[in-house]
């Protein structure tokens, strides 16, 4: 019998250790990268750290409590019943004197300002994990394919867990992205996947690069870790601050509540429009990702002058119902009656009309 297990076990290593060989799970930083990142104050004893102490899990959480949960919960409103029925925009065909926001679902968005093509996190390949059985995509949420992206200024990615860095969906945007903007220690995982070096712009906190022409884009802390295996925190997670011209948005990426956010605010003296992680939380795990009641303060603090929810209504990775996030924050946002924008997955929405109203679009769902 001991034999038995003991073959069952050396079988599973050797079966884990090839899958994890393959390349979507990207590679650790190397040779000069690595040497950048060891002169990083931010990195300490072979790991980037967040600025205050932040567990993973809860001082008053335990794995065991979690996994029961996860497994033998009885919440059945975590997927919606039923396909959402959304329409795409034309993201080729755009009025590029438009200033617009398409929400992609989750944490994946296009931006076009004052001329310029982004895109944030996209995630296009129906999962948001290593295995395509897990933390499936809602019917409905993936509309767009790498196919239906125009040629892009800059790919920004916030920081390489699997909801944010997509390994299928990014090879295929390689030929479309004149430059990438991310984390120090990220660009290892592109290299790897083929993009060229010399179009990777790579920031620790605190740094920023001059993109030209009054275009501008600053690195800042978030709250969060980072990691595609079993070894985390080898790349560092951010918010970035795009500044153009005329404008400001703050791109929050993941992050725990902290005093980061007033920092920020204080420092760039606000923004026009902060897009903020409002889901897949849990007070098991809120101090890496912010629990509703945070995210009105976080606004705020960033003395943001418009505010949109991400990190929802695409994919199921905590315990709440799927259309908690946003029923939340809209009824909160009743008492503080700041200018939140809620729009459709797909939706083309001018950001800076500020008269434009919002329909509770998840109630329509079950």
């Keep these: 019998m001991m034999i038995a297990v003991l073959l069952i076990a050396i079988v599973f290593t050797a079966d884990l250790f090839l899958f994890m060989q393959h390349p979507k799970f990207g590679k650790a ?13 931010h990195y300490q004893k072979g790991k980037f750290d ?3 102490f932040t567990p993973q899990l809860a001082e008053d959480a335990s794995i065991p409590g979690v996994m029961f949960r996860f497994l033998f919960g009885k919440n059945k409103n975590l997927i919606p019943k039923e396909k959402f029925n959304f329409e795409k925009t034309d993201l080729k065909n755009l009025n590029p004197n438009e200033n617009i926001y398409v929400w992609m679902g989750h944490s994946s ?43 892009l200024d800059y790919l920004i990615i916030t920081h390489d867990h699997w909801d944010h860095l997509d390994y299928e969906t990014v090879k295929k945007l390689n030929p479309k992205a004149k430059q990438v903007i991310t984390g120090l220690g990220t660009g290892e995982h592109l290299e790897y996947w083929n993009y060229d070096p010399k ?40 918010s970035f601050i795009f500044e153009t011209p005329e404008r400001k948005i703050y791109i929050g990426g993941d ?17 026009d429009l902060a897009i903020l992680e409002n889901g897949q939380y849990n007070k098991d795990w809120r101090y890496i990702h912010m629990m509703p009641e945070e995210f009105l303060v976080a606004a705020k603090n960033l003395k943001a002058k418009r505010i949109t929810p991400v990190h929802n209504s695409k994919f199921t990775l905590a315990l709440h119902d799927w259309k908690e996030p946003l029923q939340k924050i809209t009824a909160l946002n009743e008492k503080e009656n700041l200018r939140l924008i809620t729009p459709k ?19 329509s769902y079950k």
């Design 199 to 238: 179009k990777i712009i790579e920031l620790d906190w605190g740094e920023n690069f001059d993109l030209g022409n009054g275009f501008k884009v600053y690195a800042e802390t978030a709250r969060h870790f980072s990691g595609r295996g079993f070894k985390r925190n080898q790349a560092i997670w951010a």
């Design 29 to 41: 930083p190397t040779g000069k990268r690595l040497e950048r990142i060891k002169k990083s104050r």
């Design 109 to 151: 968005y296009f931006i076009q300002i004052d001329g310029k093509k982004i895109l944030v996190d996209p995630v296009f390949s129906g999962n948001a994990s290593p295995v395509k059985f897990a933390a499936k995509a809602f019917s409905g949420t993936d509309l767009y394919a790498a196919e239906d992206i125009p040629e």
């Design 50 to 52: 967040n600025i205050n």
């Design 255 to 271: 992050s725990g509540f902290d005093n980061h956010f007033e920092k920020i605010g204080n420092k760039y003296g606000g923004f």
């Design 345 to 363: 997955i797909g939706g083309k929405t001018v950001w800076q009309n500020d008269s434009t109203v919002y329909e509770k679009w998840w109630e």
